[in-house]
């Protein structure tokens, strides 16, 4: 069973970093797809940023040259390094899991999700 579990979120002025982290655990060889999203109170869930082993990410517009993700195969994490928050940046966020390599080479996708972890910006 594989399971993701965010951390680092919280509160922070308007121009700070945060750097949210998602652990994945399971039978996990390496992380092939994987993607950030969030959802501000009263808006659907949006896509923040996505990428592909070996490729290269993509992002929202409203995040380009501020948010950077990134993954660590030899931990089972995914990142999202955040700067220069705005006020508009507040919002739940979760980190999903598309697509993984098993212990015997296999790819499986999936839709796996974490429980979300909020940050919070003030201007």
């Known amino acids: 069973q594989v399971q993701l579990v965010e951390s680092g979120g919280g509160l922070v002025q308007a121009g700070g970093s945060l750097r949210l982290s998602c652990a994945a655990s399971?039978?996990?060889?390496?992380?092939?797809?994987m993607g950030w999203y969030r959802q501000a109170p009263g808006k659907q869930r949006e896509l923040v940023a996505r990428m592909t082993s070996g490729g290269s990410p993509n992002y929202a517009d409203s995040v380009k040259g501020r948010f950077t993700i990134s993954g660590d195969n030899a931990k089972k994490m995914m990142y999202l390094q955040m700067n220069s928050l705005k006020f508009e940046d507040t919002a739940v966020y979760y980190c999903k899991l598309e697509e993984y390599k098993d212990y015997v080479g296999r790819r499986v996708t999936l839709d796996r999700w974490g429980q979300g972890t909020l940050v919070t910006v003030s201007s």
């Open positions: 399971g039978i996990i060889l390496s992380i092939e797809r």
